[in-house]
Antibody, heavy 122, light 106 residues
Framework: QITLKESGPTLVKPTQTLTLTCTFS??????????VGWIRQPPGKALEWLAL???????RYSPSLKSRLSITKDTSKDQVVLTMTNMDPVDTATYYC??????????????WGQGTMVTVSS | EIVMTQSPATLSVSPGERATLSCRAS??????LAWYQQKPGQAPRLLIY???TRATGIPARFSGSGSGTEFTLTISSLQSEDFAVYFC????????FGQGTKLEIK
């Protein structure tokens, strides 16, 4: 059974860097074809894909946010970490990590974490 | 960037009736299209991928169709648990989501 869970701060100040951790189980990020992505959703709004890391270390970022994002993996801990720099109140959202179960250049996500709400405010 | 446009924004349907939700891509995404269901306070759940393939455990009343730029999600006989927000997502060129359709009880 695949599960994912996000963790990190619930409140960050403008200009700070956000660091979120996705801890997963039920699969290995060293297995060919596997990927873990991050998606966010501002309150009452649509989903927005942020980043994806593949089993081989390849990384893909949303073109509109690429300059602010970094995604890494720790296979030994079954974790994926997302950092986002220069946080702004418009970045207030629920942040989800998800298992890429449907293949494609990026693919689609078949299992999602519960999400973690991050508020950006001074 | 491929823009995904969903219509209508809100759809009011009675339980037991059929619901038809639309998703249009700004350029062809072939059949690389997924549908998700999201209930309040919950994470999205994958319903359909490859435009028409149901994900594991998804009831047969959910069906997807289309290719290229026009896609449809049909729920054949609405159950109470189906009232939610539905998002489409293309994964042919990077990845982008539609703005969602809220399916509400009429």
């Amino acid at each position: 059974q695949i599960t994912l869970k996000e963790s990190g701060p619930t409140l960050v100040k403008p200009t700070q860097t956000l660091t979120l951790t996705c801890t997963f189980s039920g699969f290995s990020l060293s297995t060919s074809g596997v990927g873990v992505g991050w998606i966010r959703q501002p309150p009452g709004k649509a989903l927005e894909w942020l980043a994806l890391i593949f089993w081989d270390g390849d990384k893909r970022y949303s073109p509109s946010l690429k300059s602010r994002l970094s995604i890494t993996k720790d296979t030994s801990k079954d974790q994926v970490v997302l950092t986002m720099t220069n946080m702004d109140p418009v970045d207030t959202a629920t942040y989800y990590c998800a298992h890429r179960g449907i293949r494609g250049v990026i693919g689609a996500f078949d299992i999602w974490g519960q999400g973690t709400m991050v508020t950006v405010s001074s | 960037e491929i823009v995904m446009t969903q219509s209508p924004a809100t759809l009011s349907v009675s339980p037991g009736e059929r619901a038809t939700l639309s998703c249009r891509a700004s350029q062809s995404v072939s059949s690389n299209l997924a549908w998700y269901q999201q209930k309040p306070g919950q994470a999205p759940r994958l319903l359909i991928y490859a435009a028409s393939t149901r994900a594991t455990g998804i009831p047969a009343r959910f069906s997807g169709s289309g290719s290229g730029t026009e896609f449809t999600l049909t729920i054949s006989s609405l159950q109470s648990e189906d009232f939610a927000v539905y998002f489409c997502q293309q994964y042919n060129n990077w990845l982008s989501f539609g703005q969602g359709t809220k399916l509400e009880i009429k």
